[in-house]
T-cell receptor, first 115, second 114 residues
Framework: KQEVTQIPAALSVPEGENLVLNCSFT??????LQWFRQDPGKGLTSLLL?????REQTSGRLNASLDKSSGRSTLYIAASQPGDSATYLC??????????????FGEGTQLTVNP | ETGVTQTPRHLVMGMTNKKSLKCEQH?????MYWYKQSAKKPLELMFV???????ENNSVPSRFSPECPNSSHLFLHLHTLQPEDSALYLC?????????????FGPGTRLTVL
C-alpha cells in the first residue's frame, strides 16, 4: 500500500526566505506526482505535476523535483511571500490504471510566511 | 475559483436528515471523484466515476450514496450520518486518456453532523 509522508508538518519563515518542502513515498511505481496548495477551508489548487519520466517542473517561483527511484520529491519556493501561506499537499498517482487516476495524498505541510 | 463547482459550501445536518451534495465540472472532463478530508488526516478517496460508471468504491459506508447522471455532474447523497462524518468533502475531475490525467478540485462542502 502506497504511503506518502510530508516533512515538516508545519513551517514558519520570514518573508523573502527560500524554502524547501519534502515529500516521500514508499512505492516508486508511480505514474506522476502532483503538488497542490490548499487555503484554509478551501479546495485544492494544482501547482505542479511531474510525470514519472521527468526530473523537475518549474512555474514562476516554484520548482518541484522528483527522484522516483528514491521515492522523494521536493517543492522549492523562492523568495517567499505572505501570500504563499497555505497548506501544501503532495499526491502520487499509481501507475497502470486507465480509468481515472487514484491519488494518494500526504498530510501536508502548513506554511506560514511572516511579513 | 476553478472549473469545478460544489454546492452547498456549508451544510449542517442532524443524524436523521437526508441531504445531497452536488458537484459540477465545466472542463469537459470524463472522470469525477469524491474525497473526504478530516482534520489531521490525509485526503481519502471515496468514489471514482469514469464515463458515468463507478470504477471505485473505497470501502465507503452505505450511508454515503454517490450518483453520476452524466460526465459533468456528480452527487453524494447522505442519510443517517454520524458525527464522525463531519469533514470537508471535495469533488474533483480529470480527463481520462490524457497522459497527464491531472485532477482539478472544487472548493468543497464543509459538512457538520450534529
Amino acid at each position: 500500500k502506497q504511503e506518502v509522508t510530508q516533512i515538516p508538518a508545519a513551517l514558519s519563515v520570514p518573508e523573502g526566505e527560500n524554502l524547501v518542502l519534502n515529500c516521500s513515498f514508499t512505492d516508486s511505481a508511480i505514474y506522476n506526482l502532483q503538488w497542490f496548495r490548499q487555503d484554509p477551508g478551501k479546495g485544492l489548487t494544482s501547482l505542479l505535476l511531474i510525470q514519472s519520466s521527468q526530473r523537475e517542473q518549474t512555474s514562476g517561483r516554484l520548482n518541484a523535483s522528483l527522484d522516483k527511484s528514491s521515492g522523494r520529491s521536493t517543492l522549492y519556493i523562492a523568495a517567499s511571500q505572505p501570500g504563499d501561506s497555505a497548506t501544501y499537499l503532495c499526491a502520487v498517482r499509481r501507475g497502470g490504471e486507465t480509468s481515472g487516476s487514484r491519488l494518494t495524498f500526504g498530510e501536508g505541510t502548513q506554511l506560514t510566511v511572516n511579513p | 475559483e476553478t472549473g469545478v463547482t460544489q454546492t452547498p459550501r456549508h451544510l449542517v445536518m442532524g443524524m436523521t436528515n437526508k441531504k445531497s451534495l452536488k458537484c459540477e465540472q465545466h472542463l469537459g472532463h470524463n472522470a469525477m471523484y469524491w474525497y473526504k478530508q478530516s482534520a489531521k488526516k490525509p485526503l481519502e478517496l471515496m468514489f471514482v466515476y469514469n464515463f458515468k460508471e463507478q470504477t471505485e468504491n473505497n470501502s465507503v459506508p452505505s450511508r454515503f450514496s454517490p450518483e453520476c447522471p452524466n460526465s459533468s455532474h456528480l452527487f453524494l447523497h447522505l442519510h443517517t450520518l454520524q458525527p464522525e462524518d463531519s469533514a470537508l468533502y471535495l469533488c474533483a475531475s480529470s480527463r481520462v486518456g490524457n497522459s497527464y490525467n491531472e485532477q482539478f478540485f472544487g472548493p468543497g462542502t464543509r459538512l457538520t453532523v450534529l
